[in-house]
């Protein structure tokens, strides 16, 4: 069998490790072994971290319907409990849209909650 060397393909295979790397600080931007562990854990970190980021986005939800209820004097877990007796189906994100953009509209649902 003929000896087969690998030189283009490790040199692409480097160069495009050390492309994706680029801007990381200390060895992780240019030796090919840390850089490489980078990457592997950078790939880990953010597969978690996309469904933290929801979870996050949901909790600023729930502060900005909360500090549009606490003038009206009503609490952010008595409200939601509330919705739901009253049967209004209206998520989070539509809730804290409302309360933000449009004060009169939010106005009215509590209202009708209250």
């Not at 592997?40 to 900005?64: C, E, M, P, Q, T």
Request: charged fraction near 30%; hydrophobic fraction near 40%; aromatic fraction near 8%.
């Amino acid at each position: 069998m003929t000896r087969v060397k690998k030189g283009t393909n490790a040199l692409k295979s480097r160069k495009n490790i050390l492309r994706d790397t680029k801007g990381w600080r200390f060895g992780r931007n240019n030796k090919e072994r840390q850089a490489m562990e980078g990457l592997l854990h950078a790939g880990a970190y953010s597969f978690a971290h996309r469904r933290d980021k929801k979870g996050d986005i949901r909790r600023v939800w729930n502060v900005k319907i909360n500090a549009a209820l606490e003038p009206k004097g009503l609490s952010y877990s008595k409200f939601i409990g509330s919705l739901k007796k009253a049967g209004i189906i209206a998520d989070r994100k539509i809730l804290a849209t409302l309360a933000e953009t449009q004060p009169r509209a939010f106005d009215a649902i509590v209202a009708k909650v209250k």
